[in-house]
């Protein structure tokens, strides 16, 4: 990712304490914002993706099977769900570290970097509750599948499909905590101007400067933001519900 | 569905219970059940609620383990349940539209999910209108229907069916009955749960009568209901509780 110079002091309405200086920033279509909210929104994305690939599986299969030490695993799972962003992002910057196992990699204080971390901190959330999800829709549909004659991945994957809905929703639970996230990613980022900053990080920093205006400005964007792809999401839900049930 | 390849498939028929038990927990839901199951006119488990009708059914398809007594079918144990087919009371419809259910069906049951395939299964049960509706938004009748083209996509050799019309108006039951009775007709062998005794007695070729977990009666229908031999019989087809 090509790293640029900007200096959030500059923007238009930045030297402003109150909530119009937030809205003139806004506003203003300022690029260098607008650069920030976009890699928030891809490291966000990203993360989401990626812990769904992980944690959606494994929250099925957890659902779907019994082994010895499943309900430890149960429970490791839902407390994870509360795991403390600083020290998901310690983790994450020990494994990626030049000394850690993972060093080779080279993507410390990358946007990278900053997806695995928010990703490691919302897996366990997003399998957690499709855990619950698939192992109640299970409750309903085992007769049925079992008479169907339906295997065992089949299974996974009509679960899976039919708890779509629901699905979306851990999704979007997910997606509000990697994005409202601010510990892991300043760790293992390094909130570094132009590269790996994002709106909450930003929002911090300037916070501390004491640029109110700004940090309200961003903090405005983010919960737009959050609450634009929540709206989308619904409004697929609401039209996949209505021709597909 | 008659030309289906999977009806060279090895017949499952008679199905015979011998001594079977099952038990939920502490209660003795079924025991000490003798019974034969032979190819030909429907054969209807007949008995008040809590009688044992749905475990015996469930029992018959694999779907419950008996804890004594075995169950053979064409003479042998642990048969592929491939040529089974189940219709529950409350089935459930999978999330998607009526004609991507009987497809689902289709391919669960190793056959292609042609459109040609589902929309004679549609057909069949006069579906065919509703294809792309979502299968949750159809009535209770339009449900059962679909789950009965859903069994019969697995073209199956014995159909079992648990209560289909238990919640069903007059209409819709008929439409169901109508159903099982052509379905009966094109040589598949129905196996079904009721307390309904006039639709067992519309649709039944012999009568198994069940109350409190054991087989009271095994007649022909003719002679259920003309001649009970039994007083559990004579008292639940006079309309008095059998308990």
């Known amino acids: 990712m090509k790293r640029k110079e900007c200096n959030p002091a500059n923007w238009p309405g930045a030297a402003r304490l109150d909530g119009i200086g937030a809205l003139e920033l806004i506003w203003s279509g300022d690029a260098n914002l607008f650069a920030i909210v976009g890699l928030s929104l891809f490291v966000t994305l990203s993360a989401t993706i990626l812990a769904s690939l992980v944690g959606m599986p494994l929250g099925a299969l957890v659902a779907l099977t019994r082994f010895p030490g499943r309900n430890v695993l149960i429970v490791l799972l839902n407390g994870s769900m509360g795991l403390p962003p600083v020290v998901v992002g310690l983790v994450v910057f020990l494994l990626l570290s030049r000394s850690g196992p993972l060093g080779p990699l080279g993507i410390l204080f990358t946007p990278q970097a900053m997806i695995v971390a928010q990703a490691v901190l919302i897996a366990p959330i997003i399998a957690a509750l499709t855990r619950q999800v698939i192992e109640d829709l299970w409750a309903e549909y085992r007769e049925e599948l079992t008479a169907m004659d339906v295997g065992r991945s089949s299974r996974v994957a009509t679960l899976l499909w039919d708890a779509r809905f629901s699905l979306v929703t851990i999704l979007l639970a997910g997606f509000g905590r990697a994005a409202a996230e601010v510990g892991a990613v300043m760790i293992v980022g390094g909130n570094i101007d132009g590269f790996t900053r994002v709106m909450t990080t930003t929002i911090a920093l300037e916070t501390s400067k004491g640029n109110l205006a700004l940090a309200v400005g961003l903090g405005l964007v983010l919960i737009g933001v959050i609450l634009a792809v929540n709206a989308l999401a619904w409004a697929v839900r609401g039209w996949s519900e209505r021709h597909a049930g | ?243």
């Open chain 2, 1 to 243: 569905m008659r030309d289906s390849p999977v009806r060279d498939r090895p017949t499952t028929l008679p199905i015979r219970f011998e001594n079977v038990a099952f038990t939920a927990g502490v209660a003795q839901v079924l025991r000490d059940v003798t019974l034969s199951i032979s190819a030909g006119l429907p054969t209807i488990l007949l008995g008040p609620n809590g009688s044992g009708k749905t475990s015996l059914l469930k029992l018959a398809i694999g779907l419950l383990t008996p804890i004594a007594g075995r169950i053979l079918y064409a003479g042998r144990e642990n048969v592929s349940s491939s040529r089974h087919a189940f219709v529950f009371q409350k089935p459930v419809m999978l999330r998607r539209t009526v004609a991507r259910n009987v497809a689902f069906a289709l391919k669960a049951a190793g056959r292609a999910p042609e459109a040609a395939a589902i929309a004679r299964l549609l057909s069949a049960v006069g579906l065919a209108p509703l294809a792309e509706r979502p299968a949750r938004r159809l009535s209770g009748g339009e449900q059962q229907r679909l789950a009965l083209a859903r069994a019969l996509a697995r073209d199956p050799e014995v159909l079992f069916l648990d209560e289909p019309t238990a919640s069903l108006d007059p209409f819709a039951t008929k439409s169901v009955e109508d159903i099982i009775t052509r379905t009966a007709e094109g040589g598949v062998k129905i196996v079904m749960a009721t307390h309904d005794l006039g639709q067992a007695r519309r649709l039944a070729g012999d009568i198994v009568f069940l109350a409190n977990g054991a087989l009271v009666e095994h007649a022909p229908a003719a002679t259920f209901f003309d001649t009970p031999a039994t007083s559990e019989a004579k008292r639940f087809l006079a309309g008095e509780l059998v308990i």
